[in-house]
């Protein structure tokens, strides 16, 4: 299992405590790839506005939001700036990672 998946599945797993998603394994439900497993993510957060609240405390012991831990499992904050978002659909070979 990749870092990632453990990441998710981690994240999952704090999310249900805080009732945003029933079980952690509904991110991973049905044929997932990790762009639907990232935008689940997102929407769980979003959905109960976790974003500022404090999912686990770092290896430095200070405390990570959510919004802090989505950002480093998937490399992007997790509100995309209407700029960016219009910029990727103008430009997307400007967007890291993306290829047409």
């Given at each position: 299992?990749?870092?990632?998946?453990?990441?998710?599945?981690?994240?999952?797993?704090?999310?249900?405590?805080?009732?945003?998603?029933?079980?952690?394994?509904?991110?991973?439900?049905?044929?997932?790839?990790?762009?639907?497993?990232?935008?689940?993510?997102?929407?769980?957060?979003?959905?109960?506005?976790?974003?500022?609240?404090?999912?686990?405390?770092g290896r430095n012991g200070?405390?990570?939001?959510?919004?802090?831990?989505?950002?480093r499992l998937y490399g992007?904050?997790?509100?995309?700036?209407?700029?960016?978002?219009?910029?990727?659909?103008?430009?997307?070979?400007?967007?890291?990672?993306?290829?047409?």
């Amino acid at each position: 299992m990749s870092d990632t998946v453990h990441g998710e599945l981690w994240l999952a797993k704090r999310l249900v405590q805080h009732s945003a998603l029933p079980d952690p394994v509904g991110i991973f439900a049905g044929v997932s790839d990790p762009v639907t497993r990232k935008e689940r993510v997102r929407q769980a957060i979003r959905r109960k506005a976790l974003g500022s609240v404090i999912a686990a405390r770092g290896r430095n012991g200070k405390p990570v939001t959510y919004a802090e831990a989505f950002e480093r499992l998937y490399g992007e904050p997790i509100e995309i700036s209407t700029s960016s978002a219009r910029d990727a659909a103008v430009h997307p070979s400007a967007t890291p990672g993306v290829h047409p």
